[in-house]
């Protein structure tokens, strides 16, 4: 059974009536009045207490108390709430009844239960969390230890494969230049003896026993700079004659595909401490591969130049330009360009580029490219004035 | 034996009473009196594992410890006595005589020693220490939080040659305890020392490198903290250690399940199992897990089982009630454990 419902009022700490929101009947309560005052002695205390701890908690239920109407007595459940930084209190009176009281027990344990419940789960999923934090943390740590682990496994099998590219590197040198020599005797002693075809495969065969031995001359110091056992010869240098020099030896190799070697910016007046054939290597390199890739016709530019402390020098071609991927390898020992052919079929094994890198790098240099797919490419060295 | 675990009603009438005595506690407010629930469940598992070990040694420990936190923590220092006095006042109500008269020597034990002058801990950088200089720039950095530079200098002085087995030994070691000296002294934080501990940790994986080489690994060894343990850094530096020294370790770090470390060692059984176990009311798990790695598991050769922790330090024979072969402190006494078993 629904107990009745008396009033539902608005008041002030004191208990007097501000507005009234619902009434049994109209001659119960009015506006001004002190709901205090509508209680005996004996309960007042109660009834205060009730308010008294409504001001302080925001809640407070009196399960019964005589509220006086009209002459006589009725027992009246009272509960009241108080909104958050708000003065007055919004109190509701109904009939007395086993059930109001029942009721609120059983919510105020419903909700107590509820509470502990979410706790607990609240609980649970944190350990759950912690668990699952702990065993992550467990496994980075793992995963940490098992690639250092790996790394000194690649460390030790790459030393193991220089050792042997630099011993085979090491035996077949001997054997080749032996090759070379006798063949210039062949051809010496057999001047005029041998056929125009048989002169032409000799001198094939010299120069293919010279390609290699320069691979092998060049893979021998990329393993020996590697190691730290080559020492660099660094004398004074004047590098714009040095540059001079090759170029010489480069305009002619490029006038066979019509190609320019233009001089830029072309500081004559740099000097340097360096180790010059080393530098020589590099320069020839880099020239090397600009006509290697650059069409026919086309022009080579060349720049030297220093500022404070650095000395610069570029090699700029309009061949057919390198992807990004392919600029991140390029100075890796043997690797070649798959989607760049040379425009006249030159051959590369892919070390040049490398060699020139630990060349660079021995100078505490930098070697860098600058490229675009379809736009040229642009190698820089940076050589440090002081090293 | 389980005397006071999972009895919160009785930790709550112990601390009631405590509060009636000792009234200045309720300054502390609601979030005092939590702490003072959570010290007294400490209390009790401490006094529990020395009397369920027969290691007076453990709880005289923990009474002195506690007493000069308490100390610097500006508590009164009848805390702990009236604590201990109360326990023993209040036990007979929940447990059996047996079980009283077992843990009675324990608890007056502890009060003794709660009344004993606390001393003060030295600090653990002394003038022997062969690289007092470098412990000290290192503890100077990390105090002013300047964990990269820390980083940087400790690599440098690797790279220039020292052995990692000195920068272990002479530098994480003592600056561990010296960080732990610093909380428990409350000169610095607990923020303070888990930033100190999370970089020696980062710099211990910078050196990696230097760690796991190419050197032939003759023996295996599983390195793990107990169930519930989190303090790790000890354990991995022993794993570390022994991977300079030779051995192929495999590291599974805090808090690791016992069947997991089980399923693990019947897959692989390792020639030695290194286990820590760094607070005192851990030991019952390291009692289950190596009885069951003893006696109860399909392990057909169990490992040889050092263990090493805090409790271990404090009572140099727990190692024998714990069902392992030896317990070790630092890389020296494991090297020397290792080495008088045959593993050179």
């Known amino acids: 059974m629904i107990p009745e419902l008396y009033f539902i009022v608005n008041c002030e700490s004191d208990s007097s009536i501000s507005s009234i929101l619902q009434l049994r009947e109209e001659s119960l309560l009015k506006e001004g009045d002190i709901l205090a005052e509508f209680f005996s002695q004996q309960e007042l205390v109660k009834f205060m207490g009730f308010v008294l701890e409504c001001n302080s908690h925001h809640f407070a239920y009196l399960p019964e108390a005589a509220f006086k109407q009209k002459e006589t007595e009725i027992s009246l459940s009272f509960l009241a709430l108080k909104a958050k930084n708000q003065q007055g209190l919004l109190i509701l009176a109904e009939e007395k009844s086993e059930t109001t009281a029942d009721k609120l027990c059983q919510a105020a344990m419903k909700f107590n239960q509820q509470g502990q419940k979410n706790l607990f789960n609240t609980a649970q999923g944190l350990q759950e969390n912690y668990e699952e934090l702990t065993a992550i943390n467990n496994e980075l740590i793992n995963s940490q230890r098992e690639l250092a682990r790996k790394n000194s496994e690649l460390a030790r099998v790459s030393a193991e494969k220089s050792r042997i590219i630099s011993v085979l590197a090491h035996d077949l040198r001997n054997p080749l230049g032996g090759i070379k020599n006798l063949l210039d005797l062949l051809i010496n002693l057999s001047s005029g003896k041998l056929s125009p075809r048989e002169k032409e495969i000799l001198l094939t065969i010299k120069q293919a026993s010279t390609d290699s031995l320069d691979m092998l001359e060049d893979l021998l110091d990329i393993y020996r700079y590697r190691e730290g056992k080559l020492q660099l010869k660094r004398q004074n240098s004047q590098l714009s004659r040095l540059v001079l020099s090759l170029l010489r030896i480069y305009e002619i190799m490029a006038e066979d595909k019509k190609i320019k070697l233009k001089r830029e910016r072309f500081n004559l007046d740099i000097e340097i401490d360096i180790d010059q054939s080393k530098i020589k290597q590099v320069i020839a390199n880099l020239l090397t591969n600009a006509i290697k890739y650059s069409p026919k016709g086309e022009e080579i530019k060349l720049s030297l130049y220093k500022n404070k402390d650095k000395v610069f020098f570029e090699v700029k071609d309009n061949g057919p330009g390198l992807k990004a991927e392919e600029q991140e390898k390029l100075f890796n020992p043997f690797y070649t360009v798959k989607s760049v052919k040379s425009t006249a079929g030159e051959k590369s094994v892919g070390l040049g580029l490398a060699l020139a890198r630990d060349i660079v790098s021995a100078h505490k240099g930098k070697i860098s490219v600058e490229s675009r797919k379809g736009e040229g490419a642009l190698f820089r060295v940076e050589l440090p004035l002081i090293p | ?344």
């Open chain 2, 1 to 344: 034996m389980q005397i006071f675990k999972f009895q919160r009603e009785f930790i709550k009438q112990l601390v009631d009473k405590q509060y009636e005595l000792q009234p200045e506690f309720k300054k502390y407010g609601p979030e005092g009196y939590q702490k003072s629930l959570q010290d007294a469940s400490y209390n009790l598992s401490f006094l529990e594992e020395a009397a369920t070990l027969e290691s007076p040694q453990l709880i005289i420990d923990y009474c002195q410890w506690t007493g000069y936190l308490f100390q610097k923590l500006g508590l009164p220092s009848t805390t702990l006595v009236q604590f201990w006095t109360l326990t023993l006042k209040l036990s007979p109500q929940i447990l059996s005589e047996k079980t009283f008269q077992e843990i009675k020597p324990y608890l007056e034990t502890a009060i003794r020693s709660s009344q004993t002058p606390v001393k003060e801990t030295p600090s653990f950088i002394n003038k022997e220490n062969p690289q007092a200089e470098l412990l000290e720039k290192y503890l100077d950095l990390i105090i002013r939080q300047k964990r990269q530079e820390a980083s940087r200098f400790i690599i440098s002085r690797v790279e220039d040659g020292l052995p990692l087995r000195e920068l272990y030994l002479y530098v994480f070691q003592p600056f561990q305890y010296e960080i732990g000296r610093l909380w428990h002294s409350n000169q610095i934080t607990v923020a303070q020392e888990h930033y100190a501990t999370a970089s020696t940790q980062l710099i211990m994986s910078q050196l990696y490198p230097y760690v796991f080489t190419d050197k032939g690994k003759k023996y295996n060894a599983l390195c793990s903290c107990i169930q519930g343990e989190l303090h790790e850094l000890g354990i991995r530096m022993i794993a570390d250690f022994l991977e300079v020294e030779g051995w192929n370790t495999l590291y599974l770090g805090a808090n690791m399940p016992n069947r997991d470390i089980l399923a693990l060692m019947q897959k692989n059984p390792p020639d030695l199992f290194a286990v820590s176990c760094t607070m005192t009311f851990h030991l019952d798990r390291l009692i289950q897990l190596l009885e069951e790695v003893r006696n109860k598991s399909k392990i057909a050769h169990p490992p040889l089982i050092l263990v090493g922790g805090y409790p271990f330090n404090i009572d140099s024979g727990l190692w024998k009630k714990v069902y392992a072969d030896g317990s070790a402190s630092n890389f020296e006494a494991t090297l020397d454990f290792l080495h008088k078993r045959g593993f050179t």
